[in-house]
């Protein structure tokens, strides 16, 4: 996987440091992971995103404590504990270390080191469709509630050069789901679809497998001050 990565990074991809080992210890996991979350969830009655996550969370948990991993898992993590409205990222990754963790020349401390975001990737109707890359507008307002879209903004991952979003397949296959992805951010760089952020053809997810029930995509996704490179781990559900 780091080979792919630096294969990705020589052919000008991804322009961001290489990950150091906690970041691919924790993909690692992610992707073992979600292969038996895949078995044991397919067609569950669970359809919702935070149900699912959930139980996502408790697996991941239970993996990294049976191979002493170094970190756990967090749900709901306040990006800002010293406001009581902070956003909130889905999955945060923190170390199990009281002295923290080494990410490349800072010490992750009790901080995540790296955030999740988790999105359904099904028909949630007009409105929501694109609820995986950007927000929508309520009541005339418009709500950052898009995955991709919220670590462009720095509302997630602001310190972080890695992050990832977890894609729940419940409708269609994963050629499907990247092509009309890449489709939208395709019509997201021309601005015929609004978003606060500006996008561009490093946003557009490139594939690094396709396999029976997951899959793995990689992003470098630009921010107001540098770039984040996002991981994206789709497991099929249907």
């Known amino acids: 996987m780091l080979a792919d990565i630096g294969k990705l990074i020589i052919s000008g991809r991804l322009t961001g440091p290489e990950p150091d080992a906690p970041i691919l210890t924790a993909v690692n996991c992610i992707e073992e992971v979600l292969i038996n979350f895949s078995d044991k969830y397919i067609n569950s009655d669970?359809?919702?995103e935070k149900g699912l996550t959930q139980k996502l969370i408790y697996m991941l948990t239970i993996h990294a404590v049976r191979n002493f991993y170094p970190f756990y898992f967090d749900k709901e993590y306040m990006e800002n504990p010293e406001r009581g409205d902070s956003p909130q990222v889905d999955i945060a990754t923190i170390s199990t270390d009281e002295e923290g963790i080494a990410i490349?020349?800072?010490?992750?401390?009790?901080?995540?080191?790296?955030?999740?975001?988790?999105?359904?990737?099904?028909?949630?109707?007009?409105?929501?469709?694109?609820?995986?890359?950007?927000?929508?507008?309520?009541?005339?307002?418009?709500?950052?509630?898009?995955?991709?879209?919220?670590?462009?903004?720095?509302?997630?991952?602001?310190?972080?050069?890695?992050?990832?979003?977890?894609?729940?397949?419940?409708?269609?296959?994963?050629?499907?789901?990247?092509g009309k992805l890449n489709r939208w951010i395709d019509e997201l760089i021309i601005k015929k679809i609004f978003s606060p952020v500006t996008w561009t053809i490093s946003d557009k997810l490139e594939k690094e497998y396709i396999r029976l029930n997951t899959a793995k995509f990689v992003s470098e996704n630009s921010r107001q001050k540098g770039s984040i490179v996002l991981f994206h781990f789709w497991v099929k559900l249907c």
């Open 104 to 178: 490349g020349a800072k010490i992750s401390d009790g901080e995540s080191f790296f955030s999740m975001e988790a999105k359904r990737l099904a028909n949630l109707g007009v409105n929501r469709q694109k609820e995986y890359l950007i927000g929508r507008y309520e009541k005339e307002k418009y709500v950052s509630c898009g995955g991709v879209e919220r670590f462009k903004q720095g509302i997630h991952g602001s310190k972080l050069n890695y992050g990832a979003i977890i894609g729940y397949i419940q409708e269609n296959d994963f050629e499907h789901w990247h």
């Open 46 to 48: 669970i359809k919702n």
